[in-house]
T-cell receptor, first 110, second 114 residues
Framework: QKEVEQDPGPLSVPEGAIVSLNCTYS??????FMWYRQYSRKGPELLMY????GNKEDGRFTAQVDKSSKYISLFIRDSQPSDSATYLC??????????FGKGTRLSVIA | DTGVSQDPRHKITKRGQNVTFRCDPI?????LYWYRQTLGQGPEFLTY????????KSRLLSDRFSAERPKGSFSTLEIQRTEQGDSAMYLC????????????FGSGTRLTVV
C-alpha cells in the first residue's frame, strides 16, 4: 500500500461545476498536507497547504484535512477551463521528504 | 531569482550512455530534492541534500545513480549506463529547512532512453 492514495481519474466536469478531489493516507506521522497543480510537461506548483486537521480557503479553492479518517480533500468552486490540469496531493511528517499521490487529471469543459 | 532552474529540458540518449542533469535551486533555499515522475504517476522521491550533505537516498536510487551538491549550491544528478526504464521526468525542488510551505519545483528534465 502506498502511503498516499489518490484516484487518478480522469475527471471531466462542465465549466462552473464544483470539483471535489480526494486522497487518503496511511502514515499517522504526516502533519503537513499539500495540493500541487501540474500542467502538462511542467513541474508541480504549490496550490494549497494545510497543517494538521482543518480547512483552508484561498479564493475558489478549499483544502480540508481530517486526520481522524486520514482523508485529504480539495474543492474547486466555479471551475474554469484554465483549471484543467493534474492535481497532486502530498503529505509529509516535517523532517521527511514529501510523499505524493498519483495525481488526478481534471478536465473542465467550456 | 526566478525560481528553480533545470537543464537540459529534454534529453534523448542511447541505452548504455551516461547522462547528467543540473539543478539550480532558489538561492536562499538550503534543501534540494530530486524526484522522478513517470507517465500517470506522481513524483517519487530519489534523494535530498541539506546544504552540501546528502541526507537521504531512496531505494529507487540504484548504484547507477549519483547526485552531488558541491558547496551547497547547484546540484547534479548523473545516471550511468542508462536503461529504457530510466525514461522519465526528473524533477528538482528546493525548500528552506523546516519549510512549512512545501517545495518549489523546477520544470523538470525529460529523459528518453532509446
Amino acid at each position: 500500500q502506498k502511503e498516499v492514495e489518490q484516484d487518478p481519474g480522469p475527471l471531466s466536469v462542465p465549466e462552473g461545476a464544483i470539483v471535489s478531489l480526494n486522497c487518503t493516507y496511511s502514515n499517522s506521522a504526516f502533519q503537513y498536507f499539500m495540493w500541487y497543480r501540474q500542467y502538462s510537461r511542467k513541474g508541480p506548483e504549490l496550490l494549497m497547504y494545510t497543517y494538521s486537521s482543518g480547512n483552508k480557503e484561498d479564493g475558489r479553492f478549499t483544502a480540508q484535512v481530517d486526520k481522524s479518517s486520514k482523508y485529504i480533500s480539495l474543492f474547486i468552486r466555479d471551475s474554469q477551463p484554465s483549471d484543467s490540469a493534474t492535481y497532486l496531493c502530498a503529505a509529509f511528517a516535517g523532517n521527511t521528504p514529501l510523499v505524493f499521490g498519483k495525481g488526478t487529471r481534471l478536465s473542465v469543459i467550456a | 531569482d526566478t525560481g528553480v532552474s533545470q537543464d537540459p529540458r529534454h534529453k534523448i540518449t542511447k541505452r548504455g550512455q551516461n547522462v547528467t542533469f543540473r539543478c539550480d535551486p532558489i538561492s536562499e533555499h538550503n534543501r534540494l530534492y530530486w524526484y522522478r515522475q513517470t507517465l500517470g504517476q506522481g513524483p517519487e522521491f530519489l534523494t535530498y541534500f541539506q546544504n552540501e550533505a546528502q541526507l537521504e537516498k531512496s531505494r529507487l536510487l540504484s548504484d547507477r545513480f549519483s547526485a552531488e551538491r558541491p558547496k551547497g549550491s547547484f546540484s547534479t544528478l548523473e545516471i550511468q549506463r542508462t536503461e529504457q526504464g530510466d525514461s522519465a521526468m526528473y524533477l528538482c525542488a528546493s525548500s528552506l529547512e523546516w519549510d512549512r510551505y512545501g517545495y518549489t519545483f523546477g520544470s523538470g528534465t525529460r529523459l528518453t532512453v532509446v
